[in-house]
Each structure stands twice: as C-alpha cells, then as structure tokens.
C-alpha cells in the first residue's frame, strides 16, 4: 500500500465517535495525511470546499471481514444443489481447494478481495490453511499460497490479516485424508517453522490459528497459542460449530472444545473463537472471562444449518462480537450484521437485542481489533485512513431521516448500495467502480472458471 497524497474528503453525513456513543453528523470534512492516517475530523463544516473530495451518502469506517476462506467464493450456487449438511458440504469444498496452485489462487483472491472491496470491506482476516500442493508436496516456496493471498489483497487495495493455520489431522488422533494433505505440515513445531518465514507488509499482519480442536491434537495445541502469544498475534480457531465436533471431543478427552482450549492457553483478549455455535454454560464463561472475542458469519452459518449461536449472553457477559463472511455465500458486511439481530429475533420471538450502533462496532472496531488492527475502525484523528459511504438514495435506503444513519445502514442497505471506499486514504472505490481491479465480475467469472470443478 503505496504512500498516499494528503486529501481532504468532504463526507455528506458521518458515523462518528462521540461522547454519548456514536451519532450521524452532516457536512463533515475529513484530512487524511502523507502516513494514510486521518488527521482531522470537523463536523458541522459547511458546503463542500473547493479541492476536497465529495463523498455523498453516509460515511462509516471501512468493515473489517473477520472470517474468511477466499477459495469457497468458488463454491457459490454449486453447494445450492440438492440437499445435504454441513458434512457433505464439505466435500465439495474439497474438491474446489484440490484444483487451486499458487496462480489460480492469486487470480482468484484478488477478485474475491475486490468483490469485498466493492462491498464496503477495507481489511479481511483470511484463515489460510491451504499451504502445499495436491498430495502435500512443498512447493519451492513453502508460503507460495499466503503469499499469493497477501499480493491478492495488495491488488485489490485493501488490507488483509493472513491467519496462518495450523491443521494436521482429519480428527482426534486420525491422520489427513487425501485431500487434507495439503493443509498439514506433519506437526505444530513444522508449522511454526514454515509460519515464522512469512513477513509482514504495510498492508498485511500476520496471525495464527488453530483450525480446529479436532485438526490439531490436544498436546500441539499449546505451541500455535505460544507462536501467537511471542509475536502478540491474533489467533483465531473455529468453535463448536458442529454438535458432532463436541460429541467427539467430549469422547476422546472427556471436556468440550472450549474448556481443551483454555486448558492449553488458547484463549485470551488475542483470541478470537470463530462461530461458537453449541456452547454450554461454562463454555460461554471461559470465553467471557477470558476476553476472547467471538466471530460471528450469520450468513453461512444459516447456509450449513449450523444453528444459532448465543452471541447475545455471550457479548453481554464480556466476549466482544466480530462478523466475518466465511463461504462467502454471500458478501454483504450489512447482511452480516442484521442478520446477528434478525436470527436472534427468530430464536426468541422477541426483538431489540442489537442496537445498530452496536452491530456497526461489531463490523468495524471490534472486527479490525480481532484482527491486529486496533488503529482501524474509527472514523477519528490518529486512526486509519479507511472509511466507506453508502448511498443513501437508493431504492432501500430512501426515505428514513438521515439521523437514522446507522438503522439505515445495517437494517435496509445492502452491498449494492456501497459508493465508495478508502484505504489508507487511497480511494479504491469511486461512484461504486473499482479503482484497481477494472472488472470485478469477469475476474470472478474468469478465476472460478478456469478451475474447471
């Protein structure tokens, strides 16, 4: 991410940080400086000046995509067909990560982190455990497939997180089928090893995680949270998102998922648990209290017929929420978002369990936290320069008073209402058009195409 010239923006109305909690504002000027930070942000500034950049609409921070697979965007409408869980869904997946190399999968990233782009998203936590070639053969280049995802974020202008994966074993204590063979480096210490080779970038950090507590065994899980802990690196795991997962993990070591967590040091404030979908009581305890944050992808967890998580008792006894799209089945950081308020709603036939403010910080603040990015997801001085506005002229944001900016956002406005975004004060979106990647659609359409799945 290339240094940027200093640019004042002129935002028609703004989601902005205040005393009393966050609150639209009109006529706002925003100064971003040469280091892609804000410098200044004023209120209540007047007319557009000359010079400055007109962003209509209503201007939030850039979302922060906490969870995803970049490969299973290739998956979209192929899964759709006939019937089936989350087991046999699976497969399929399978198929589509066995027919990806390093090319392919930059090719792809790259239009799946511009459709994010075009979306609203300005930084994507990308949990990559598709490290080696078909059969687990290295390539000359251990890290060939990271890197290839971080270049791809890099061509799409925004910011990425590259989650590195530790995933060793097709369950407790059974090795990698065929197609896992690509994911695993035969032991945690390997993994670590490969892991360290990995630099950051301007535009990329570097994380852990661990894929599951049934793909690394128990007595390994230990050195992917020490990797985390010595660099102060997130780590993120997915969690209890099947009920079969649990059974299984209850049989061979006789505690839940969470608590085989937590007894090997794997939670904490830098620890994010992805999904958390069946919980007992002292699962959500462990997590409050530990300050481990919980990534919710209502999307695709409705998709599989995961369930629903408890993702209300858990915020309110201390676990902060993140959203990540996951299988992208759907990228849309607005859908995510309503959909935390609108399954709970179905759950317990009652509403009002998310305020919209709430659901925002959840797509923007507490997103970018869980993914080593704390300086992003305010719109404020000394923050990151990445914001995004959605229009609101359109056919599902028309109408309601602007002072409703944030009800707007999350309960009607859809990825199609996205204008424009900024990353580091780079305008990467303009008028809904991609500044980098010319034609988003027939990237998707040539990349997923030529896998031939």
């Known amino acids: 991410m290339s240094v940027t010239v200093p640019t004042t923006y002129w935002a028609q109305y703004a989601w902005l940080p205040g ?23 004023e209120p209540d500034a007047g007319p557009c ?55 392919s999968y930059l090719e792809l990233a ?58 060793l074993s097709s369950g407790f204590g059974a090795e990698p089928t065929h197609p896992q063979l690509r994911f695993s480096d035969g032991d945690a210490e390997a993994w670590a090893a490969r892991a360290d080779a990995i630099e950051p970038r301007e535009h990329a950090r570097i994380g852990a995680a661990i894929h599951s507590v049934r793909a690394v065994p128990a007595g390994q899980l230990g050195t992917v949270a020490h990797w985390a802990a010595m660099r102060k690196a997130p780590l993120h795991v997915h969690l209890s998102e099947q009920t079969a997962e649990n059974e299984a993990c209850l049989a061979a ?11 090997h040091g794997a939670l904490g404030p830098r620890t994010s648990a992805v999904h958390a979908t069946h919980l007992t009581d002292e699962d959500v305890k462990l997590l409050a209290d530990s300050g ?17 998580g408890p993702a209300r008792r858990l915020a309110s006894e201390g676990s902060p929420i993140s959203l990540g799209s996951d299988s992208h089945a759907i990228i849309d950081p607005w859908e995510e978002a309503r959909a935390l308020e609108l399954d709970e709603r179905l759950r317990t036939r009652t509403r009002g369990h998310w305020t919209a403010n709430a659901l925002l910080r959840a797509g923007s603040e507490d997103g970018h936290a869980s993914l080593g990015w704390p300086e992003a997801g305010r719109i404020e001085a000394g923050a990151l320069a990445d914001f995004t506005a959605i229009a609101l002229d359109t056919v599902r944001t028309a109408g309601p008073p602007p002072r409703l900016g944030a009800e707007i956002a999350v309960f009607a406005a859809s990825a199609a209402d996205v204008r424009h975004l900024v ?12 500044q980098l990647v010319a034609d988003v659609p027939g990237a998707l359409r040539s990349a997923i195409g030529a896998l031939d799945c």
């Open 19 to 41: 005393v009393n909690g966050p609150a639209v504002e009109q006529d706002v000027l925003i100064t971003t400086g040469p280091d892609g930070r804000i410098v200044r942000v």
């Open 49 to 103: 000046p000359p010079g400055a950049v007109r962003l209509d609409g209503l201007l939030l921070p850039g979302q922060a995509n906490a969870h995803s697979h970049a490969f299973h965007r290739a998956l979209r409408g192929h899964v759709q067909v006939g019937s089936g869980t989350f087991w046999t869904w699976r497969d399929t997946m399978y198929r589509f990560a066995g027919a990806l190399d390093p090319d």
């Open 110 to 167: 790259t239009a799946v982190y511009a459709e994010m782009a075009l979306a609203g998203i300005s930084a994507v936590g990308e949990f990559h455990y598709l490290h080696h070639a078909p059969g687990g053969a290295r390539y000359t280049d251990p890290n060939a497939m990271g890197e290839a995802l971080i270049e791809a974020a890099a061509r799409a202008g925004i910011r990425i997180t590259l989650l590195d994966t530790c995933y």
């Open 253 to 263: 070591h006789g505690v839940t998922p969470t608590r085989l967590l937590a007894d």
């Open 292 to 308: 481990t944050t919980v990534c919710m992808c209502p999307t695709t967890e409705r998709d599989l017929a995961d369930g629903i």
């Open 423 to 434: 990353v580091g004060g780079r305008h990467v979106v303009r008028d809904g058009v991609h």
